[in-house]
């Protein structure tokens, strides 16, 4: 699966996504002690949706496309607002045409005293990501591969914070990786909050990898699937999901809220469906 990001940006699993991870920000945020976010598939921050890759798939339409344009519950429309804020700030009155990747939502979510550390890879990428953060002294761009990130950049020194991983899923053992990488990252730091984001393509394969995380002894591992169209014969992105480990205790209430209204507006085929499941409790 070839995830460049350009071609998917605004897509139903972006939006997923980035709910889920405007949620965790908004938590951390309840208390005035600082947090980190760090970010270890950061990518280039921003993408111009009206660019020939965002246009040769047209999947932002179906997502991000959609949910501006669509009527919300008005506590639904509480919950989103700090996404939706986000999403506008980098457009015109009334129009989509650019979408903050994961960095830039971050960014737009933190207060004076709260830091990120985006991780890039990609050299042209990191590139574009520092310049786009440029002079900017809560962000912190480094080249780095984002799975050494988990080991050498764990625990922040402001101890509280959140870990957002989101692989392009471009080689082979992507799960394995997955897997390996949070056990690696919670031995070292326990309390934080990681966000690991999967697409629902291979349901086999997705099933090994929620039986990996049930035996890894985490405690507090809550799995958020969000299926848009029921399987084909053809491997294709059906939907995906979100692996949060030490979810707030708000969060699930919160998503049960948010999820259905999401479901009725990004879903192509209504008889799938979305969870939210204990994977490890206590």
Known sequence: MNYRHAYHAGNFADVVKHVVVARLIEYLKLKDKAFRVLDTHAGIGLYDLSSPEAQKTGEWRGGIGRLVRA??????????????DAVRSVNGEGTVERYPGS???????LRR???LSAIELHPEDAHRLKALFHGDFQTRVMQLDGWLALGAHLPPKEKRGLVLVDPPFEQEGEFDRIVEGLRKAHRRWPGGIYALWYPIKDRSAVAGFR???????IPKILDVAFEIRQPSPE??????GVIVVNPPYTLKDELREILPSLHDILAEDPSCRWSLDTLSGE
């Open 103 to 109: 960095p830039l939502l971050t960014r737009h979510l």
């Open 211 to 217: 039986k990996q995380l049930a035996i890894l002894g």
């Open 71 to 84: 009527p919300l519950p008005p506590t639904v429309a509480t919950l989103l607002a700090p996404y939706l």
């Open 235 to 240: 491997l294709r992105l059906d939907g995906c």
């Open 113 to 115: 005293q709260d830091r």
